[in-house]
């Protein structure tokens, strides 16, 4: 699902690190008053920002439409959380 939203072999290395601790990546397709939709290969899911990431995001640095991010996929029924916003191109 990720490649149809433009996944690419360079993402999944800059992913690498991300992966291996068990975060998904996902696709900002939806922002709504702090609140996020990602395309991941588990569908679309809700999410939000965790809190270090709120803290400590440069200015700028929230997620946007159309931002590679990596987050931890919540339970049935509970947002994901996002951690980081993979670098922009």
């Not at 397709?29 to 803290?55: F, H, K, M």
């Amino acid at each position: 699902m990720l490649k149809s939203y433009g996944w690419s072999d360079e993402l999944q290395r800059q992913f690498t690190a991300h992966a291996a601790e068990g975060l998904i990546p996902g696709r900002v397709v939806l922002q709504q008053r702090g609140l996020y939709g990602l395309a991941t290969d588990l569908g679309e899911i809700r999410a939000e920002i965790s809190g270090r990431l709120a803290r400590d995001a440069p200015a700028g640095g929230y997620p946007a439409a159309g931002d590679w991010v990596a987050a931890a996929a919540g339970s049935v029924g509970e947002r994901a959380v996002i951690h980081q916003v993979l670098p922009r191109r």
